[in-house]
């Protein structure tokens, strides 16, 4: 490895990360909150499954970020092949795009990611935070990681808040409480940032939607030409499909059959 290589973006911000998880951990047992009070009562298995969950949180960053999202490999592997064979039979209603920058055939629901410089399938967004698209592979482990990182930093929030006494005149108070303070103030921010992302990818994966698709649906043209979003199969199946990969099959079939369901729902009335 190129000793450069070593100072890529992906390389900073995930030891970024990696440094001010721990950092934070540190700050909440080095100071005198309720984690101290427990190491101190003989309780530690709270503060052992406080520092398992935040081992568990780095470890699904670090998976979310360096796995494949679902690249569309610019030369298709025999199993894609047959894929495109199927797609092929299925009535297209709109034909697929062949990317301009890396020249493949897209598949329904795929961008190309230019920071990436790759065409992701089921193309959510480009994570800066991960330095890595989120896309059809890495979607649902991208909600757990959210998750997880949610109940670490309310349960942070609540440790830095239990080791804040007020009680001290302001310069005592700032030498002993200053940097417990900051990263109070510092979880309060990333609890409510991971509280929206969670809260909106929650709705989007239940609606079968990508960021992609809700924000420049006026601009895609499979979206455009349908008043309804075309892959939603109700709250039981989109949640089944984006977890479980159930019912499987391509956006193609998927697309075919709600054409199929709105030209006899038409021909009905």
């Given amino acids: 490895m190129a000793p450069w290589a070593l100072l890529s973006p992906g390389v900073l911000v995930r030891t970024g990360h990696t440094v001010l998880t721990w950092g934070i951990t540190l700050v909440l047992f080095l100071h005198d909150t309720a984690l101290r009070q427990w190491e101190e009562q003989g309780e530690l298995l709270l503060p052992l499954t406080f520092l398992l969950l935040v081992l568990g949180s780095l470890l699904l960053y670090l998976a979310v970020s360096l796995m494949d999202p679902g690249y569309v490999n610019v030369q298709p592997q025999p199993q894609e092949e047959a894929k495109e064979e199927q797609t092929a039979m299925v009535p297209q ?99 409510l940032v991971a509280s929206l992302l969670l809260a909106s990818h929650l709705y989007l994966v239940a609606s079968n939607t990508t960021t992609w698709e809700f924000i420049s649906s006026h601009r895609i043209a499979y979206l455009r030409q349908r008043p309804s979003n075309p892959f939603d199969r109700g709250l039981t199946r989109n949640l089944a499909h984006f977890f479980c990969g159930w019912p499987s099959g391509s956006w193609e079939a998927l697309w075919a059959e709600g054409e199929e369901e709105e030209e006899g729902g038409s021909q009905a009335v």
Avoid: K
């Fill in 93 to 191: 209603a709109i034909p697929l795009r062949r990317c301009r920058y890396c020249l493949v055939l897209q598949p329904l629901r795929a961008r190309h990611c230019r920071e990436c410089r790759r065409c992701v399938r089921r193309y959510d967004h480009h994570c800066p935070w991960m330095e890595n698209c989120v896309g059809e592979r890495n979607h649902p482990l991208f909600v757990a990681y959210l998750a997880l990182q949610l109940v670490v930093l309310l349960w942070g929030l609540y440790l830095a808040w239990s080791g804040l006494h007020f009680f001290q005149p302001w310069g005592l108070w700032l030498r002993s409480s200053g940097l417990l303070f900051a990263t109070f103030l510092l979880l309060s921010v990333f609890s």
